[in-house]
């Protein structure tokens, strides 16, 4: 059954520019506010019918936040709205931190990408089944080609009891290698684990200490903490179980991650996390260059150092390497403790979308990339001028609005760049924005036509106000 939704764009409200720079511009152009309305509609739209507790999500376009949005609540029974100061944990999303801290180590000489781990960790002992494998270098941890087990020995995903540094590694020496190194690409945790006793090695820091030196303070990153304290776990979304089928969710309980942290134990925000994109959709030297990385060394972490056998992506340095809509995507997904995150970046387009949930059937990469799909080409577009030949008739704003059919199924009027569109509430949603909406091409008065060639009418009463939509032979009822 086909629905469809009128409503005039008006997306000012949702847009939070951070100062006046290109990106206000850009906020401007009538194309991306209308692609936001759209993107805002669809989130909300399968956030109801996913039953996802809480989203939130923001789109960074040229190191500035220039539009973000929480949707839902973080909490089931106290009702508070999700916001983009929200605070998630954002899981193996982590490892990214993990992969520039060791890019500053780097930079600073004190290590490098070469070297074998045994020099920075030579007590380190794992069964070698392989006599002619090279060593395990920091280069293979990077990109998970070490060819390690997934995780160290303990079953932390089943008890939540999380060893300390010192367990892990000395259960080491009971674990073997899976493959030999730089032979296949075997993501691993344990790899990351390594990464993060190297930085502190190295450093002199802990782990938690180093980040927030070296990286969160730079950065304003304010709100985001490797080990939060009490009163800051206090403030997490409530991070909830998948859906039973019964429709209850239930409340996953906060657990810390010990000396696994460099894995998976950040907590963040999206406006924190935006801060942290910026720098890396920077290009060309900045009154930041060099702050926490050079320019020319975070392009050779968003570099493919690993392609995978398929060939359909690979591996940068702590970043995932593939290609969407003919263009190189950097990113990392996240989920712990039922929180996920996404981090998705397009450094030639200067765009980032980061997406967060509290649900553990949440899936955020399905919104980031939908708003890098349906927003994205606008942006990278917006420097042009509007189109000239649309020009909207001001009398059609009142035909904007929610309608109903009498089964219940509801349809919103917009007008999108000069065009009356249909925007249909389908059930389930849509997989992409794109696919809910019908152009209206204007025949005469009040009368349009659909895509496939049939009419809709907008109905009037004495007062120029719209009583029913007659779209075929059927009619649509304004929502009072």
Request: a negative charge; glycine letters at 8%; hydrophobic letters at 40%.
């Amino acid at each position: 059954m086909y629905r469809t939704i009128f409503a005039f764009a008006v997306v000012w409200s949702l847009v939070a520019p951070l100062g006046a720079s290109a990106s206000d511009f850009v906020l401007q152009h009538p194309q991306v506010a209308d692609t936001i309305t759209v993107l805002d509609l669809w989130i909300e739209e399968q956030r109801l019918y996913q039953q996802i507790p809480g989203i939130a999500i923001g789109i960074v376009y040229d190191q500035e936040l220039i539009w973000s949005k929480g949707y839902g609540v973080s909490d089931l029974e106290s009702q508070t709205p999700v916001t983009p100061k929200t605070l998630f944990r954002i899981g193996s999303v982590t490892k990214v931190f993990t992969a520039t801290a060791v890019m500053q180590l780097r930079d600073q000489g004190k290590l490098r990408l070469d070297d074998p781990v045994s020099r920075h960790l030579p007590g380190l002992r794992i069964q070698n089944p392989f006599p002619d494998a090279p060593a395990i270098t920091v280069w293979h941890l990077l990109t998970h080609t070490a060819g390690l087990p997934r995780e160290a020995a303990f079953p932390y995903f089943t008890d939540h009891e999380f060893p300390n540094r010192d367990e892990i590694v000395a259960a080491l020496a009971t674990q073997t290698l899976i493959y030999s190194p730089g032979t296949h690409y075997k993501y691993s945790n344990l790899g990351v684990f390594l990464l993060g006793t190297i930085i502190e090695v190295v450093s002199g820091e802990s782990y938690h200490d180093y980040i927030t030196r070296h990286i969160f303070s730079p950065l304003g990153m304010s709100h985001s903490s490797v080990d939060p304290p009490a009163e800051q776990t206090d403030l997490l979304a409530t991070a909830y179980m998948r859906r039973q089928p019964d429709g209850r969710r239930p409340v996953m309980d906060y657990y810390k991650t010990r000396g696994m942290a460099a894995v998976g134990s950040i907590v963040s925000s999206v406006e924190d996390m935006a801060r942290f994109a910026a720098l890396n959709l920077r290009q060309g030297n900045s009154t930041l260059d060099g702050e926490v990385l050079s320019t020319s060394t975070m392009r050779e972490m968003h570099r493919p150092h690993w392609v995978y056998s398929s060939w359909t992506g690979g591996m940068g340095l702590g970043f995932r390497i593939a290609h969407r809509n003919g263009e190189t995507t950097v990113s990392h997904g996240g989920w712990i403790g039922d929180h996920r995150a996404h981090l998705l970046m397009v450094p030639a387009e200067k765009l980032a979308v980061i997406a967060m949930t509290n649900a553990g059937d949440g899936v955020p990469y399905q919104f980031s990339y939908e708003a890098y799909d349906l927003v994205g080409p606008t942006i990278v577009a917006s420097t042009a001028p509007p189109s000239p030949d649309k020009r909207t008739d001001e009398t059609w704003e009142r035909y904007t609005g929610l309608y109903t059919d009498p089964w219940g199924w509801e349809y919103r009027v917009m007008i999108l760049d000069g065009e009356v569109v249909v925007y249909e509430y389908n059930y389930p949603p849509e997989e992409d924005a794109e696919s809910s909406l019908t152009r209206l091409e204007h025949l005469e008065g009040d009368t349009f036509k659909m895509s496939d060639g049939e009419t809709v009418v907008f109905e009037l009463d004495d007062d120029g106000k719209v009583k029913r939509i007659k779209r075929r032979y059927e009619f649509l009822y304004p929502v009072k």
